[in-house]
């Protein structure tokens, strides 16, 4: 073609097989030599050769024209005669459209890349556009004509992209091979490879889809990306669907390869695309809608392909088994129903955080241990308020104190007189010896003790060579020794008293022997409400340490709930929409998923007034107030309602003893009737306090957006948190989501993701059928409730035809595909 470079610049004309041989004839007279003022035809050729003279000739490897054959002439006006570009675009008008493509070199061997587009912008924006495929070499130019804008070619991107015409072409990169023994080799492994059936219609898939129908690389792109897929559906013999004695509907035999793309199911109403899914999906464990899973007749001819991965073989499962295979199942209406529950979507969600790796946090205290405080805590209160039955709180301090005042007031009077000094040293050693008594004990104890542990560790220590055995011979005798020190105080103690008793009592005129056993029995009484005091004050702290325990408890749920919202957000940045384990492809086409549509989760701590107040009614009396509403209950127990959840979460045990003496008759009274089990009580909390997925899409929540929409949420949720994880079969999509979220997204998603799922639809939606540019498009067809499929690809004229005649819209969806890709069916 005529171009203003110092090489020739070749190019290839791609035409149909479906064209006539007067249409390849016209397309070929309108081809217009301008130097000899001649169409293209051999004479042409001819006459063009014999105006060169020898030396060009000789350059292109030929002798003297005017001694050459007409053969060899019409090969030297091959290689040697340009056509004009003018003449090149008469030749395609003069057959359909799209049945004839250019191929032009870019960066290989005399491309255009070395056309100076500065000094004939022109000739640059013709050949530009004219071209529909590329041949190029080099990744950054792939990039540039793919459409693709990167780092390097950002700052010229858009002057380029305009240059070819505002559109992406593909790229592809030959052989190059000039002998049968080369052929099959590229330069630098630059293989082209194409997905498509080997025809012109097939070929014709890369113009309209110029970055997902041709890569150039080494290995084959099915190798990209390691997925799980089915590879077949093949059932034996006819086949009965339901279990019904009533029903004749049958599977006829069949056999299906499934491609490890995207596959769309079709077919008008009755005409078993659900069905067949549904099928596959009971049959392997996965949830279908009730009704039919009630009916369905699992069979052992209807058998499954399954790879796992690459180098996994092909295995056979028959549907009867129900094997668990791992991917996503979505029968029609489950996005509605789902999306129509808050709450269950709420659920959903949380489930899809588990399993990307969401783990809720262990709390330490267990529901028995809980229940255990909340005993000790009424055993030591009851215990601490126990009454008489003159109504005395005798296990006070104030009380007993009150007991030995009285005691001591005895003894002062019965030792007045003469004697009063001699009879109180008498009381206080009768005191001591009891107390060192005491002490003695608790120094036999201990001998015991150590004496036991020696025995239990040397037993261990003999069992290994070379460890020396414990000794306690010291400790031992240091004990006896104190022993001895202590009862030999006893010894001195009661010689005293003795004493007294013989030397300055032997004039005494009463009866000696009763004062003193009575002292004794008072001294007693006092030593034994001294200890009945240090006994109050052990429970008083044991009852405030039991009180800090709870308190620390309903703290530390506090904590557990904001550790259980915080681990969710952290699951929703770092694990689902930019994890750094994952490829930066992977992590790319996720926040493409859920960036585009602004979605975003955090954990949020979700407070339930209506289920708090159906807690409390146990255990509040409501005769106490107007009205057991939610209003006077806050009222009662001190709750702000703006900021309800926040002081639920703040209660503490002093604040409900002081509510409940402040109001005693408001409450029951007992372990039974507490109400601080509702604040403590792990099974009450989670009636009303607990932690979800807080989800907005565009800064809306859920409660702000349509059903559509909450659709959409679960959907793009289901497919970033189990991308990578298998196969989706989806039913119906386009019924429960949003119109423009399908139109303008779900197309584009669904080609993005299937390059790391294989994806399953049934749909009646032609656009997305047709737009996103499906693999393998299965046909459903019932004749006389016998139920076959026929299988194929996009490209396929037959298929195309049934699409246009099943699914809505499918020619206006060609139309769209045309539009955009230049299209023709």
Known sequence: VECPVDYRLNIHCILSD??????????????????????????????????LDDSKAEKHGFTSPN????????????QTAEITKESLQN?????????????????????????????????????????????????????????????????????????????????????????YSDYAKFPSNRITWIKSNPTFEGLKQILYEPTERVLIQETNPDFNFDKPLFTSIKIDDELKVLKDGNSHLYFEESEIPINRNLISIIGGRGQGKSMLINYLGFGLKKEIPQKLKEKINLSDS???????????????FELNQQTDIPFTFIFQSKVKDIADN???????????LIGAGFEKPKSKYDEIEIKEKLQEYWNIREWLEKKD??????N????????????QGIINLTTEGSNKDLLAKYVTNISSVKTIKVELKSLRDLREDIIEYRDTINAKIKEIEGVTLIDTETQQKEIVSIYREKLKKVYILQSENEKIKEENFKDYKGDLSQLLSNLTNYQKEISEFEEKLKYIESRNKEFKQIKEQINEVIKYQKQILLKEAIAITDTWKNKIFDNKERRQIENQIIKKILADRNIKIEGTIFFNGSQFLHSLDKYIDGRTLRSKNIENVYKLLEINGDNASQDVLDITIDKIEKIRSTNPSSFYDGIEYDILKVFLEPEFRAKYMNVFPSITIDGKELNDISAGQKGTVYLCLKLATQLFTGPIVFDQPEDDLDNDFITNQLIDLFKEIKQFRQVIIVSHNANLVVNSDSEQII???????????????????????????????????????????????
């Open 91 to 179: 030749a395609f008008d003069q057959i359909p459209q799209d049945t004839g493509f250019i191929i032009l070199p870019y960066d290989t061997s005399d491309g255009l890349l070395k056309l100076n587009w500065e000094e004939h912008p022109h000739d640059d924006n013709f050949f530009m556009q004219s071209a529909h495929i590329f041949e190029t070499r080099e990744q950054k130019n792939i990039d540039l004509i793919s459409g693709r804008k990167t780092p390097e070619n950002e700052s010229f991107f858009e002057n380029f992209y305009k240059t070819l015409g505002n559109k992406a072409k593909p790229c592809v990169s030959g052989s190059d091979a000039h002998k």
């Open 342 to 352: 808050e709450e269950s979507l709420k659920q959903e969600i949380l489930e899809m």
């Open 779 to 825: 046909i459903a067809f019932n004749h006389n409730e016998k139920l076959s499929y026929k299988s194929g690809s996009l490209e396929d004229s037959e298929i195309n035809k049934e699409i246009c005649r099943i699914l809505e819209g499918g020619e206006k969806a060609f139309e769209k595909r045309r539009n955009k890709y230049r299209y023709v069916k």
């Open 396 to 407: 006070t301090a104030r009380y007993v104190q009150s007991k030995i005042d009285d005691v």
């Open 67 to 78: 001694s050459m054959i007409d053969e060899k002439l019409l090969q030297l006006g091959s």
């Open 18 to 51: 479906e064209l006539s041989i007067q249409e390849l004839s016209d397309f070929k007279s309108e081809l217009y030599i301008r130097s000899i003022n001649k169409k293209l035809s051999n004479d042409a050729l001819i006459q063009f050769a014999k105006s």
């Open 389 to 394: 039955d003159d109504d005395n709180s005798i």
């Open 302 to 316: 209807f058998k499954i392909g399954w790879q796992q991965s690459f180098d996994s073989e092909n295995k056979i």
